[in-house]
């Protein structure tokens, strides 16, 4: 359940009306030993309707075998566990969850990590990951593929369950998506083959079940060759027996302009690939008007026109793990400073801020003044995610990406254990 923060609550007199405990509260939220309780903050309560006390000599296994639930959902249910941390005896474990007998799904859940991901933070996430995508693999004019140092993730993958996939973009030395480089790549043959070969064989020996498929800002003059690029990469694809996600910007009409939007045709690339990623999320951004990032009604609007267009059970709703921290008034030559979820509310909480829920646009926000500015922070909590995993299960998608797991997002986990059924693929 969902707890919203009134002026005068403790921590210890929530979890003595829940009866839960104050650590259990602290970790599933995310917060600090010395860390404050915000007016307005959301706090996911997980109120165990079955528990296990560990006993000498007993594993993970062993407990699966006693109680009927699997290691996985054992994880889930503490996911202190997922750190690696031994048992120890007399710890008491959750086996099972009040409400979670109403799950939505099943759902996939994917997560986009990068290679200098933290572990920890990883680990919060891994035991809830379908798929795995490792953001990413480049590609240079010779053909040659910009490797990352992978090796760990998909170890982690592999220990978890998940389905590690590859993704491949075409972002250049300067770290950003090359217009230029993509035409390249579709419109030479010769080139689109050996990167194409190259990346089958490195598939094949890391043991990747997906390509994912991440080109942004194509021209629209390419968009026919990109078309056939994609064909070109399911065809090799499904002959080894992997998959093709293509990621799509959010578009509400079919004929959208702006070269972010105008090669990605929704009905084209649905038919070629076999799910895609709908990147619901920029709405507010580095450089925009202080918003929330993915405000439902926009989220909505733009998943209502993919459904219309795509099969929903191919789709993925995109899920933004961060928010913006904003100057008033808004400049729009001043970055906004990204920030994590977790980060917001500790931050909220030192600079003695209340959090407000926008009802319109389902996301929380605040402001603050420091160094005699005023700040304007949006960003997720546990309110605003429920809001995107019910709307996803009205329209019947296949589930939901979170990019990216950078940053810590304890209360979101904690969340989907609860409510979300998740779908297992390995």
Known sequence: MIYVVKRGDTLSQIALEYGVSVERLRSDNGLLADQGLVPGQALVILIPSGTYTVRPGDSLYSISGQTGVPVLELIRYNPVLAQGFPLYPGEVLTTGLVG?????GP???????YTHTRLGVLRQAMPFLT????????FHEDGTLVVPDDGWLLEEAALFGAVPVLVLTSIDESGNFSTQRASNLFQNQTLQDQVLDHLMAVM????????DSDFEYIAESDAQAYFAFLENARARL???????????????????PGLLYAAHNYPVIGGIADSVLVMTYEWGYAYGPPMAVAPLPQVEAVLRYAVSEIPPDKIQMGIPNYGYDWILPYEKERRAVTLGNQEAVLLASR?????RFDETAQSPTFQYTRGGQLHQVWFEDARSIRAKLALAGELGLSGAAYWNLLRPFPQNWAL????ILIRNES
């Open 416 to 419: 989907l254990s609860e409510s």
């Open 238 to 256: 499904h002959a080894r027996g992997m998959f093709l996600h293509v990621d799509l910007a959010p578009k509400t009409f079919a004929q959208q």
């Open 204 to 211: 094949e020996e890391k043991g990747y079940r997906g390509l």
């Open 107 to 113: 759902f996939t859940i994917n997560g986009y990590a």
């Open 100 to 104: 979670a007998g109403e799950r939505l």
């Open 351 to 355: 600079m003695g801020a209340e959090i």
């Open 131 to 138: 798929q795995l995508s490792v953001f990413s693999y480049g």
